[in-house]
């Protein structure tokens, strides 16, 4: 047989999120920093990433990640991550599925009790630091990147909804954040397909209506992800429940069939991260001030206001969020020169 791309890849997942990574048989990528690799990637190959996130070899909830060198000195690791209709600039699960990765399976070296190092990313540096016993990473804990809200309780015309009030916030991804109980939708993971539905419809309603642009990389826009946010009590005690939508598809209004999306399995971290900027704007969570987030699984990601900064114009603060990972696999992802699926497929039964 005859092989056009091997690919080696440790599949994981963080508090229920399957974030696979690929550790090798990549391309070597042009660019100076890791946004620059970033785009390169996107703009030509970006057959890589469908391969691997389509059918046969993946599915509408699978993200994806690549090693690749850090451009940073600082730096020990590097890394893409891959969604299905983007890449996203950062992600708290898909990072602590690759410090799993890396550490379980002995590609950067594991320091017991506590194994620190710096991940970049295209949103900037990460500094992580891993508790690990018995060769097992047990809990990532990371600063993430300055989060500031951008538009709050701004009103955008929905179709099949109405007026929706939302709030815009940048926690590694653009968020368009909206109110689970104003809206009278339950975010438990068993509710997902009401969820995908609302929650993508009010995302391409909120691109059509509100600028949104990164004040420092304005090649970033958005938003690009959706999360629903729920204040109700929870079993585990959580500050507040959320359910987070991926887009899976541009959505057509003339086709209902469009209207969905894939609900992120954890907490989410950026969105976590977005969710905290807002409170902060709002005077809700101060400098200090500990917040857990539960996700439509039942799972938690516990986090922390570092401190306060400014991102251009905008007030910001430095997030602190921990999570645990998961290895489900390890295996190598081939392609036959004689595929007639180089790019992998989709099919209408669970793809829009």
Not at 91 to 97: F, P
Not at 216 to 221: D, M, R
Not at 226 to 255: M, Y
Not at 300 to 318: M, R
Request: hydrophobic share 40%; charged share 15%.
């Amino acid at each position: 047989m005859t092989f056009s791309l091997t690919l080696a890849a440790v599949d994981v997942h963080a508090e229920g999120e399957p974030g696979r990574v690929i550790t090798d048989g990549i391309p070597d990528l042009p660019g100076e920093t890791m946004l620059a690799k970033m785009r390169w990637m996107e703009a030509n190959a970006d057959h890589i990433r469908q391969l691997m996130l389509r059918e046969p070899r993946g599915y509408p909830g699978l993200c994806c990640n690549v090693l690749v060198p850090p451009t940073q000195a600082q730096a020990d690791i590097g890394f893409i991550i891959m969604e299905q209709t983007e890449y996203a600039p950062m992600s708290g699960s898909n990072l602590i599925c690759v410090v799993t990765a890396v550490l379980e399976t002995g590609i950067v070296p594991m320091v017991e009790p506590i194994t620190e190092l710096t991940a970049e990313t295209p949103a900037g540096l990460i500094k992580v630091r891993a508790s690990c016993a018995g060769g097992k990473v047990t809990n990532v804990r990371f600063q993430n990147v300055p989060s500031f809200a951008l538009h709050l309780d701004a009103e955008i015309d929905v179709p099949q909804l109405g007026p929706v009030r939302v709030d815009i916030a940048w926690g590694g991804m653009f968020f368009v954040i909206a109110d689970a109980d104003e809206l009278g939708i339950d975010v438990d993971g068993a509710n997902g397909s009401e969820i995908a539905r609302v929650s993508e419809i009010i995302r391409t309603a909120t691109v059509d209506q509100l600028e949104v642009v990164h004040p420092i990389h304005p090649e970033l826009t958005g938003p690009s992800i959706s999360q629903l946010t729920s204040t109700l009590v929870t079993a585990t005690g959580a500050d507040r429940k959320n359910a987070v939508t991926l887009s899976t598809g541009p959505l057509d209004w003339n086709n209902p069939d469009t209207w969905t999306g894939a609900l992120d399995r954890c907490p989410c971290g950026t969105g976590t991260s977005a969710q905290m900027a807002v409170l902060h704007a709002r005077g809700q969570l101060s400098v200090g001030d500990s917040f857990t987030h539960e996700g439509p699984l039942g799972t938690t990601f516990a986090a922390t206001i570092l401190s306060e900064t400014t991102v251009g114009p905008y007030n910001a603060i430095v997030p602190e969020l921990e999570g645990q990972g998961w290895i489900t696999g390890t295996g190598q992802y081939l392609l036959d020169s004689s595929d007639p699926f180089p790019t992998g497929f989709t099919v209408g039964d669970i793809w829009p």
